[in-house]
């Protein structure tokens, strides 16, 4: 399966995997890349020493293209890419922050620049500005969202950006999403929550059971009116968080509110008290299964849905 994103990553599957804090690490990463996708480091919230050390154990694992996910708001995002630089990963990917003033650096040190992007504006930017390729996220994503869907990021950018790759990301779980995503137009996706549920993922094991036993109607985006949108599973501590966003809290309070609770809930499994991120698409998330198992059902999934279509009589 080759498309614009294969053939500028070197990579077999047009896939690439989440940077998502606190659980994509070398072991997910460097797995991801050996079943065929490319995966990413997660940088956010994490020590240069960290990051660089992930790097390097995930080279010990694969020689297979990665990548790592820079959050430009950090506060240690110069150390962290003059390490990068250094390191010379194959590719970032950037969010959280303007990506335009350091595509010159990355490229300078051969690393290929992915900005994840919002929306049209912010798209045609990157483009001009040189990304070799960009990630289009929609609200249906666990995490930090934005403020379109999915389709409409689609239906509003695909056609304005030819130049670059352009992936799909939020709410995409399966095989199925991935062939509508090609279908739209797009060279690839990126999937999060969908290798969460991986034997070589470190999230807590009450998260990962929280995330199969879920259902469509589980999840909730936290902080959406404040712009501080942050979507992950239902709980006590989300019902205690959207009362105070609705009585009117400071966001300053709300922020303070939120820290931490990361990792509390998908790396120490407390499901309750802390939060676990994970996209919109529940339904399909209800088995873990080692990296190289997910990546074959999707191909496969994708490929029988294309099947589907090429025999659609018009």
Sequence with gaps: MQTRLTQLLGIKYPVIQGGMAWTSDAVLAAAVSNAGGAGIIGSGGRTVEWTREEVRKAKELTDKPFGVNVMLMAPNIGEIIDMLCEEKVAFVTLGAGNPVPHIEKFHAAGIKVIPVVPNVKLAKRIEAAGADAMVVEGMEAGGHIGKQTTMALMENVLPNVKKIPVLVAGGISDGRALAAA????????????????????????AAKEAIIMATDTDSVATGYSRNLGVRCLANSFTDAYTAKEIAGAPNEELMAMGTGTNRRGILEGDTEKGTVMVGQSLNVLNDILPCKDVMERIIAEAKEAIERVKNIEF
């Design 182 to 205: 090609l279908l739209m137009g797009a060279d690839g996706v990126q999937m999060g929550s969908r290798f969460l549920l991986t034997t070589e993922c470190p999230a807590h094991p």
